[in-house]
T-cell receptor
Framework: EDQVTQSPEALRLQEGESSSLNCSYT??????LFWYRQDPGKGPEFLFT???AGEEKEKERLKATLTKKESFLHITAPKPEDSATYLC???????????FGTGTKLQVIP | EAQVTQNPRYLITVTGKKLTVTCSQN?????MSWYRQDPGLGLRQIYY???????DKGDVPEGYKVSRKEKRNFPLILESPSPNQTSLYFC???????????FGSGTRLTVV
C-alpha cells in the first residue's frame, strides 16, 4: 500500500533560521511527488512536482529535492509569511488517485 | 480568474437529510476530485473523475456519490449523512498528468 509520512508534525523557526521538512514515501513505481502549501481555512496551493531522484525545484525561499525514498523541502531564511502547513503527496495507480501526507505545520516567528 | 468554486462554504445538517455540495471549475480541466480533511488524518480522497461520465473511487468513498455530467461541474452527494461525515471538504481540478490540483476554498460540513 502506498504511504506518505511527513516529519516533523510541527516546526517553529525564528525568522531567517533555515531548516528542512521531510517527506518519506513507499510506492510501487514512483510517478512523481507533489508539494503543496495550505494556509489556515484555505485549500492547498500547488507548489512543485518532482519526477525523479536527483531532481530539484525552487520557488522563492523554497527548494524541493527528491531521492528514491524521500523528499525534502528546504526553507532558506524564512519569513513570517512562510508560516503554513506544507503537504506532500504521491500519485498512486495514476496521476489522479493521490495520497497525501498529514503535513508539517510551520510557524515562523518574527 | 481561474478558480474552483464550491458551495456552500458552511453547512449544518441533520442525520439522514440528503445534501449536495456543488463544485465548478472554469479552467477546462479534465480531472476533478473530492477530498475530506480531518485532524490527524490529513487529506483523503473520496472520488475522482478523469472526464465526463468517468468517475472512480478514492480511499474513502463509502457514504458518498458523485456525478460528472458536464466537464465543469462535479457535485458531491451525501444521500444519508451521518455524524462521522462531519469534516472539511475540498473539491479540486487538474489538467492531468503531474500538473497538480487547483483546490477550492472548502466546505465545512457538520452533521448533527
Amino acid at each position: 500500500e502506498d504511504q506518505v509520512t511527513q516529519s516533523p508534525e510541527a516546526l517553529r523557526l525564528q525568522e531567517g533560521e533555515s531548516s528542512s521538512l521531510n517527506c518519506s514515501y513507499t510506492v510501487s513505481g514512483l510517478r512523481g511527488l507533489f508539494w503543496y502549501r495550505q494556509d489556515p481555512g484555505k485549500g492547498p496551493e500547488f507548489l512543485f512536482t518532482l519526477y525523479s531522484a536527483g531532481e530539484e525545484k525552487e520557488k522563492e525561499r523554497l527548494k524541493a529535492t527528491l531521492t528514491k525514498k524521500e523528499s525534502f523541502l528546504h526553507i532558506t531564511a524564512p519569513k513570517p509569511e512562510d508560516s503554513a502547513t506544507y503537504l506532500c503527496a504521491i500519485p498512486a495507480g495514476g496521476y489522479q488517485k493521490v495520497t497525501f501526507g498529514t503535513g508539517t505545520k510551520l510557524q515562523v516567528i518574527p | 480568474e481561474a478558480q474552483v468554486t464550491q458551495n456552500p462554504r458552511y453547512l449544518i445538517t441533520v442525520t439522514g437529510k440528503k445534501l449536495t455540495v456543488t463544485c465548478s471549475q472554469n479552467m477546462n480541466h479534465e480531472y476533478m476530485s473530492w477530498y475530506r480533511q480531518d485532524p490527524g488524518l490529513g487529506l483523503r480522497q473520496i472520488y475522482y473523475s478523469m472526464n465526463v461520465e468517468v468517475t472512480d473511487k478514492g480511499d474513502v468513498p463509502e457514504g458518498y456519490k458523485v456525478s460528472r455530467k458536464e466537464k465543469r461541474n462535479f457535485p458531491l452527494i451525501l444521500e444519508s449523512p451521518s455524524p462521522n461525515q462531519t469534516s472539511l471538504y475540498f473539491c479540486a481540478s487538474s489538467l492531468g498528468g503531474a500538473n497538480g490540483y487547483t483546490f477550492g476554498s472548502g466546505t465545512r460540513l457538520t452533521v448533527v
